[in-house]
């Protein structure tokens, strides 16, 4: 089907609202007409380069919610008029990890960025006569996609879209950051680096999971007063101001958790994060840079004589498959507020706009609509 995406050709260069061509469902695919996706950060890192891509130009969009439209041959667990929501890793369930209870390292997840199907290793989007590569194979920056079903996870349709596609990657990572990398228990102090779309979610697992103290850190003013509404205990501006409110209010020992959800990573800001840390504490990086960075700076004598743990993270350490409907069903008992996560709503044509505002400070979460006038 001919339809239209947001495409990025080269590096530093807008996203290009234009036509492209979606092939039809393989064994073991489905076709799913998406009716809202979320404007993440990954998907800004292939504007910047920080995530390298063999061939341009991408089809972005990971986070993504629809309804199934078309079932290919083998796929006996879901059915057209199913509503779903787009997991940004896969999860077949029969590899070594997903078989030691760590599906969110599956080992499909190595072809994200090939652009290479699972199905057969084929591409299913063109433009221009050139092969695109999705975003993490599944593209949600166009009204339509083809995906492979471990790629897909079956909500309940109650569920509004624009909050169904939030749990595809931001909101399972930051509430998984917190309740599963890093464990949050009862009583314990935690805080999180950078309000955003994770960086809210990590705010309410933390909460939910019995946090004593939430403190957020965010330079942007707005930011901080909604991480309040959210439910955190204090805010602050900076990591140093942090470090000052957080030993005052812990008597000098610090967070037993500290979650980093900045929308960019930079090693030589480790040591600080870590600095908010408690002897035994763990922080946890749900935060990335460019993959080709490799600069820490760290205190390797406090890190080993203050035993402190520093964790990475990937999509909050959890499964998928499980996860996102957990998730969900906490948000329709009221414990977890999603609603008002969705800042603003854009239209396909808008992305830039989106981008613009995210990386500006003033959403929280952005979310384009497709509308009929981009299918």
């Known amino acids: 089907m001919k339809t239209k995406g947001a495409l990025v050709w080269e590096v530093n260069r807008p996203w290009s609202v234009e036509e492209i061509e ?15 996706a979320g ?22 969009g990971h986070e993504g919610a629809g309804i199934v439209i078309e079932v290919g041959e083998g796929v006996e667990h879901l059915a057209v008029g199913d509503h ?3 997991s940004f890793i896969p999860s077949c369930g029969t590899c070594i990890p997903c078989q030691t209870d760590r599906r969110n390292l599956c080992d499909l997840g190595m072809g994200l960025l090939s652009g290479a199907s699972v199905s057969d290793g084929s591409f299913r989007v063109t433009a221009g006569g ?8 599944l593209g949600t ?21 624009e909050v169904a596609c939030l749990v595809g990657c931001g909101v399972t990572t930051g509430y998984g950051s917190a309740v599963r990398s890093a464990g949050v228990a009862p ?31 965010d330079p942007v003013e707005w930011k901080r007063e909604q991480a309040l509404n959210f439910g955190a205990t204090e805010a602050f501006a900076d990591v140093a101001g942090a470090f000052a409110g957080i030993a005052e209010a812990t008597a000098g020992r610090m967070c037993h ?6 929308g960019r990573c930079e090693g030589a800001e480790v040591e600080s994060w870590l600095g908010l840390t408690a002897k035994g504490g763990v922080c946890v990086l749900t935060s990335m840079g460019s993959v080709l960075a490799t600069d820490v700076t760290l205190n390797l004598a406090g890190l080993s004589l203050l035993q402190k743990s520093l964790q990475g993270s990937l999509f909050g350490g959890g499964n ?22 969705v800042t603003r709503e854009y239209t396909l044509e808008q992305i830039n706009d989106g981008y613009r505002d995210m990386l500006e400070g003033r959403n929280i979460r952005g979310v384009i609509r497709f509308t009929d006038a981009d299918r």
Do not use: W
């Not at 993440?40 to 130009?57: N, R, V």
């Not at 050139?130 to 975003?135: F, G, H, N, Q, T």
């Open 187 to 217: 009583g314990q102090d935690v805080a999180v680096i950078g309000i955003g779309g994770v960086g809210v979610a990590a705010l309410q697992g933390a909460r939910i999971a019995g946090a004593r103290r939430v403190f957020a850190v």
């Open 320 to 341: 998928p498959q499980y996860d996102i409907p957990e998730i969900l069903e906490l948000y329709q008992l009221g414990q977890l507020e999603l609603d008002a996560m």
């Open 84 to 86: 779903v929501v787009m």
């Open 257 to 262: 958790k500290v979650i980093v959800t900045v």
């Open 39 to 60: 404007l993440c950060h990954s998907d800004h890192h292939l504007l910047t380069g920080d995530f390298p891509i063999p061939s341009f130009p991408v089809l972005g």
């Open 22 to 36: 979606i092939g039809d469902p393989r064994r073991g695919e489905v076709t799913v007409q998406l009716e809202t």
């Open 130 to 137: 050139r092969d695109v590569i999705p975003m993490s194979l």
């Open 141 to 161: 920056f166009a009204p339509y996609v083809v995906v492979h079903h471990t790629s897909v996870v079956k909500v309940d349709p109650a569920i509004p879209f």
